[in-house]
């Protein structure tokens, strides 16, 4: 293997914090990510039994987890710690969040099943990606935000406040607040604007492949 972090005294773990190119073989990697197992599996187990009582079990999984928030499981996460979600989220089943960098979830988001919000990185080029060399990007989702059933969203991509991603969006780069957009990659097709509570509707659209 070539000899890429000749020179840097940082252990894989401060690589990976710091955003660079990292190997996933230290120690206290594999700790962490062995936690985030244990405490995802008595999440599952004990939601089943109460979910009011589980809630403790998931409050230590994730790094943040604003008043209210609530998380249905199963869920998957690298460690967990690097994931904050705001006060009132709702996150439906089979979430998976790989938060090698910070995953960030505002207030009053709705997240539909099966999204996928992916932070790691790989080389293109064929060596280093054999080597097995990774990186993280950090994702950023705002307030109040609707992610659709099995939206997509790579590493990097911050989407603003208010905004509707489309179920099976593959978001590839940033999408602005207050829009709606769907597609694969996801593209924006219409603005949001502001409703009073007495003209409130489906900011979708009932014809919008949202989920539900």
């Keep these: 293997m070539a000899a890429y972090f000749a020179g840097d005294p940082r252990t894989n773990r401060q690589r990976m914090l710091a955003g660079d190119l990292y190997i996933a073989d230290d120690p206290d990697i594999a700790r962490e990510a062995q936690r985030a197992v244990r405490l995802a599996a008595e999440y599952l187990a004990a939601y089943a039994q109460d979910a009011d009582a589980a809630q403790p079990v998931v409050a230590e999984l994730i790094g943040e987890l604003g008043a209210g928030a609530h998380i249905k499981p199963p869920l998957f996460v690298d460690y967990g710690t690097h994931i904050s979600i705001g006060a009132g989220t709702f996150v439906n089943y089979n979430f998976t969040a790989l938060d090698v960098a910070p995953i960030t979830i505002g207030k009053d988001c709705q997240i539909g099943p099966n999204v996928q919000l992916l932070t790691p990185t790989h080389p293109l ?30 590493p990097g991509v911050t989407i603003g406040d208010n905004s509707v ?16 957009a769907v597609g694969n990659p996801a593209r924006v097709v219409r603005s949001l604007e502001p409703v009073d509570d007495t003209h409130r509707a489906d900011a ?9």
């Design 125 to 154: 080029e064929p060596q280093p990606r054999r080597d097995k060399l990774e990186a993280a990007r950090p994702i950023t989702v705002g307030d109040n935000v609707w992610l659709g059933g099995g939206v997509i969203v790579l």
């Design 165 to 180: 991603v489309g179920a099976g969006a593959v978001v590839t780069k940033d999408i602005p607040a207050n829009v709606v």
């Design 204 to 212: 979708a659209g009932p014809a919008d492949p949202v989920e539900a």
